[in-house]
């Protein structure tokens, strides 16, 4: 059965960076990207990027780029997203997944993690 | 601003037929990428219930289904139940923006 694990709630100032980490079982982690979305408080849910843990490789949202840095250790079955440059818009529950299917061209996220709360304030 | 328009909110009795829409455009729906459906309760993740064409998520109840033409997208929910009032959200591939997209997000409220 697969699980998504992501750490918990973190309070950083303007400016700061965060990192986020989403420790996965039960499924080949080298498969399947792992997606990364966020949802600022009464929004819709925001695609912020994916990460191969095959292979290193990226995509991120235009809107990201620059300030998201998004990895995975195959070791721990772990993969992390970092945001820097933190404002108050970044404020937002931080969701990572694994898609449903295991090519490049899956976008569903048919498995979710808990959602890691990031509050931005001074 | 999300490039999947919904309608903001939706209400029905217990019983009836509501649908909910997913306007898209060319570089998304209308270029035959899969539409997603996402139901989520407050404070949870959201949770996968349409897929691909038409497919529901293991336990989702056959009341659910999901329609696509041109650039837009419908979930359709009959028979409407309490356990169904939540926020609904498609979601699909967008060509020309290279990644996902989401809509704005529909709340469903059982009367």
Known sequence: ???????????????ASVRVSCKTSGYTFTDYYVHWVRQAPGQGPEWVGRVSPNSGGTNYAQ??????????????RTAYMELTGLTPDDTAV????????????????????????????? | ??????????????????????????????AGNHVSWYQQLPGTAPKLIMFGYNRRS??????????????????????LQ???EADYYCQTHDNRL????????????VL
């Open chain 1, 1 to 15: 059965q697969v699980h998504v694990v992501q750490s918990g709630s973190e309070l950083k100032q303007p400016g």
């Open chain 1, 63 to 76: 809107k990201f780029q620059g300030r998201v840095t998004m990895t995975a250790d195959t070791s721990t």
């Open chain 1, 94 to 122: 931080y969701y990572c997944g694994r898609p449903d299917c295991a090519t490049s061209n899956c976008w569903t996220i048919e498995h979710w993690g808990q959602g890691s709360l990031v509050t931005v304030s001074s």
């Open chain 2, 1 to 30: 601003q999300s490039v999947l328009t919904q309608p903001p909110s939706l209400s029905g009795a217990p019983g009836q037929r509501i649908t909910i829409s997913c306007s898209g455009s060319s570089s998304n729906i209308g």
């Open chain 2, 58 to 79: 293991p336990g989702v109840p056959d009341r659910f289904s999901g329609s696509w033409s041109g650039t837009s997208a419908s979930l359709a929910i009959t028979g």
């Open chain 2, 82 to 84: 309490a356990e169904d």
């Open chain 2, 98 to 109: 290279g990644g996902t997209i989401f809509g704005e997000g529909t709340k469903v409220t």
